[in-house]
């Protein structure tokens, strides 16, 4: 008891006429009932008078407690300053009971705990940040991630660590999950990652094309947790603090592939087989007796595309990856969206797919003579034999004519000679062309300025 309340009590007592001379037998339930009204006097509701200041101020510190949708809730210390100023002064303490008892302070909604489910179904997905670690390739200190898989109904859990939080870092966990768990779960439920909720919402939730994609090739089901929601995931939630003081803390690692195989080591030897608090059986055991036969069969390795949306340029082409990509003329100025993978690069529009290339390396290029306007496509693709064929057409000295123009260690570089003859043949008509370039060869002059002088005569 404080010091203080024992010294009121003495007081009483005193002033109620007893004195440290006097026996027990001087102490009956009469003073004892007169020391504790002055003590504590009647409280005819239970409780003070500063708490009965609150009272006729219950709505208010409600309103202020629950907040409204313009308002966040006050704390009670702010309350405080706001009682103050309308006259109304009471311990802190006081209005802290007083707000949790009458007011909704501090208020838990009841939960009930679902059940698991059945084995190999669910499997709960979060990042969790552990600490940092020394990249040796660069020497910084980089933040390190665990993607922390959890099965549900034995709680048997997978460990991936990366630098990154990026929809590859996920595939990448993904991947080594299914490995090392020997199939995958039909349904994962993710927190709302950026690289996989791209518009969080509780009943219609929109996935990242990315993941969608990945998910149709595995063949599980996507069910996000809500936002700001825990309780929804409560099994890796937990998980995450276990991970972080069981198996990272205290712990040196020199690179993060190290500190990847020692996860793998502790998920099947210290996790896996601990007896866990909730379900009071060792998880790997009951994983392998229950879930295991249960999952879906690991599917072959995925190739993980690039999902962008393009602008195609006025020279008809798109760029992706720092490579070349040509569309037809009638896409110039539209946004496509595009799926790239390490074999192939397909354009999309509003779902259509409307262009398909073979995947080039960085600063390559893929054209398609079809996609260019014809007048054009020679010079683009810098098609001599093409360029030789044409103006063949047109007569066979012509073409021999062409030929002997494009002789050269660098041909691309009198193309536009050749089209010059070309427009020759448009302007002066085909038959006198062939008799210019005719009478040009016989002279063995190879000039298209000279086959120009001859036609304007």
Not at 94 to 118: I, M
Not at 345 to 357: D, E, M, S
């Amino acid at each position: 008891m404080d010091r203080k309340t024992v010294r009121r009590y003495v007081e009483a007592a005193r002033g109620a006429g007893l004195e440290r001379t006097h026996d027990a037998s001087a102490i009956d339930d009469t003073l004892i009932g007169t020391v504790v009204e002055v003590v504590r006097p009647d409280r005819p509701h239970g409780h003070g008078a500063a708490w009965e200041q609150l009272v006729p101020h219950q709505d208010q510190i409600t309103k202020w407690v629950a907040g409204d949708g313009e308002q966040k809730p006050l704390t009670i210390a702010k309350i405080e300053v706001l009682l103050t100023r309308k006259g109304c002064v009471v311990p802190y303490r006081t209005l802290h009971r007083f707000a949790t008892e009458r007011c909704g302070f501090g208020r838990k909604d009841l939960t009930v705990r679902v059940v698991d489910g059945d084995p190999g179904i669910e499997c709960q997905v979060d990042f969790g940040y552990l600490g940092m670690l020394t990249d040796p390739e660069d020497g910084r200190a980089r933040k390190v991630h665990a993607l922390i898989f959890t099965a549900v109904y034995s709680r048997h859990m997978f460990v991936w660590l990366s630098y990154s939080q990026t929809l590859v870092a996920v595939i990448a966990g993904c991947e080594a999950a299914w490995k090392f768990f020997g199939g995958v779960f039909a349904v994962l439920i993710p927190d709302n990652l950026k690289p996989v909720v791209t518009a969080a919402d509780p009943i219609t939730p929109r996935l990242s094309d990315g993941w969608l994609d990945y998910s149709s090739h595995v063949g599980f089901i996507t069910d996000p947790a809500r936002v700001r929601s825990p309780k929804d995931k409560p099994r890796v939630e937990r998980t995450v603090q276990y991970v972080r003081g069981n198996f990272w803390a205290g712990e040196r690692f020199s690179s993060l592939s190290q500190a990847q195989e020692a996860a793998v080591r502790w998920c099947s030897s210290t996790a896996g087989m601990r007896i866990h608090g909730t379900t009071c059986a060792r998880p790997l055991e009951v994983f392998d007796e229950s879930e295991l036969p249960a999952l879906l069969p690991v599917p072959p390795e995925y190739d993980v595309p690039i999902f962008k949306d393009v602008k195609v340029h006025r020279d008809f082409h798109a760029e992706i990856g720092r490579a070349l990509y040509s569309l037809p003329q009638q896409w110039i100025g539209s946004t496509l969206s595009v799926r790239a993978d390490t074999e192939l690069v397909k354009f999309y529009h509003r779902g259509t797919l409307v262009k398909i290339h073979p995947r080039q390396p960085a600063g390559g290029r893929s054209t398609d003579r079809n996609d260019l306007p014809e007048h054009k496509s020679d010079y683009a693709l810098r098609d001599v034999a093409s360029l030789i064929r044409t103006c063949t057409s047109h007569g066979p000295n012509i073409g021999i004519y062409a030929e002997r123009i494009l002789d050269d260690p660098l041909p691309w570089t009198r193309i536009r000679s050749v089209y010059r003859l070309q427009g020759l043949v448009r302007r002066y008509g085909a038959e006198r062309v062939e008799q210019a370039c005719s009478l040009s060869l016989d002279l063995d002059v190879v000039s298209v300025t000279k086959i120009a002088s001859m036609l304007e005569r």
